[in-house]
Structure formats: C-alpha cells, structure tokens
C-alpha cells in the first residue's frame, strides 16, 4: 500500500516540514524582488537573518550552561558551551558570503537599511547578557568550591571546572574571532565609515575586538608560574 504522506501537524503548509519549520513564514521574512533597490538586500538579510537564529540557539545553550553550573552539572555545562560556540563559529564563516558584496554594491543598498546597525542586534545583546550571568555562575562556583584560579591552571587539566573554563574561554574567543572577522568585512566593503573617526561604527567595531567577557581567565594564563618555580605544583 502506498504510504500516506499527508500532514498531521496543525499549521499552514501543504507538508508536516513546512509547518514544523514554519517555512512560508520564513521564507516571507525577507524583501520581494519589488520592494528591493538592489538584488544584494537578499545576501545581506540572509546572513544576518541566520546570524540572529545562530544567536538565538547560542543563547539558549548558555542559559542553560550557566543553570546547569548553579546545579553542580559541570559536565553537561561544559558540553552546551561547545554547542553555542560552535554557532558562533558558523556565524563567522557565513560572513565570507559579503567576499561577493563590492563596495560599490553595498553603497547602492544603504539606503534600504535605513540607520540600521549590528550594534542593535537583539541577539549579540542577549549573548552579551547570557555571558555575564554565565560568568556570575563560574564565580560563584569558585567561592563555593574555594577554588584559585592559577592553582586550577597548574593542576590537572581533566579536572571538570578546569574542562569548564577552557570551555568558557573558548566561547569568549569564538567571540573574539566573529568580531574580528565582522571588522575586516566592514573596512572592506566600506560600511562603517572612515577608521579613526571619533564615534564611527568602525572605530567602535575596532574597540570592540579587544573586549573579553572573562578576562580572570586570560589573564591567569600570564601569571602561570615558570616551571622550576616550588610552587609550580599547584598543590595547597
């Protein structure tokens, strides 16, 4: 007997995908053909639409990194950090798509995008939010387990809070790299104005690429003592 494929799922769509994904929704988001002043509004609203549903999922698995630290489940913390820094990774390589945007391209498409700027993305300020509670949660851990930071970093790297911050770290550098990545795109295709400029977005952007939600953690890799120190031993 042939199968029925008909849809189950309440929703609009003629199939169960299109109404789980919600697809005519989504493929709705972007401008039509005739609201466009150039053909390249598409590229840009894709990649900083998947840009904010990255950032959505990268929050969401921070959030639930910084309870599940609150809850002693320093493992599965550890493992929901990798996730979200993972999706920022992808957000940071769909950047490479803007290689096909010229300047003088995106200079046509300014005016759709009216004062629009990523500085008022919802999902970088959320990640931003989601970070320093997950920093709150990484400290208050330390204070309840009375851990020093540098003896943890001379000690066993297995350990889980060792595992924890490392994971910590990396999410703060994927971070990093995306800001870094997004800078040398918008010099390139000249979006943000000339460099140095008092209060322009790339001067902004530029100041940005310093910035570390963890510093604590940077910084006790500099004051690692030199092998040979007694106190290498990292033993209390």
Request: net charge negative; glycine share 8%.
């Amino acid at each position: 007997m042939k199968r029925d494929y008909s849809p189950v799922l309440p929703g609009e769509g003629d199939t169960d995908y299109a109404r789980y994904m919600r697809t005519d929704t989504l493929l709705d988001l972007q401008r039509r053909p005739d609201e466009m002043i150039h053909r390249d509004e598409l590229l840009f609203q894709v990649v900083h639409q998947s840009t904010e549903l990255w950032l959505k999922l990268a929050v969401a698995e921070l959030t639930e990194a910084t309870v599940r630290i609150d809850d002693g489940q320093l493992g599965q913390a550890e493992l929901l950090l990798n996730r979200a820094a993972l999706g920022i990774r992808l957000v940071t390589e769909q950047l490479e798509m803007f290689r096909y945007l010229t300047p003088a391209d995106f200079q046509a498409l300014q005016p759709a995008l009216g004062n629009g700027s990523g500085a008022e993305s919802p999902g970088w300020k959320q990640a931003q939010a989601a970070s320093r509670k997950l920093g709150q949660a990484f400290t208050r851990l330390l204070a309840e387990r009375g851990i020093d930071l540098l003896k943890l970093y001379c000690a066993d790297p297995a350990d889980p809070v060792y595992r924890l911050a490392e994971a910590m770290v990396e999410w703060d550098e994927r971070i990093s790299l995306w800001r870094v990545r997004h800078y040398k795109i918008a010099i390139r295709i000249g979006s943000h104005g000339p460099l140095g400029t008092p209060g322009s977005p790339a001067t902004m952007l530029a100041k940005l690429i310093d910035h570390r939600f963890f510093p604590e953690l940077w910084e006790v890799r500099t004051n690692l003592p030199k092998s040979g120190d007694p106190s290498h031993s990292g033993m209390s």
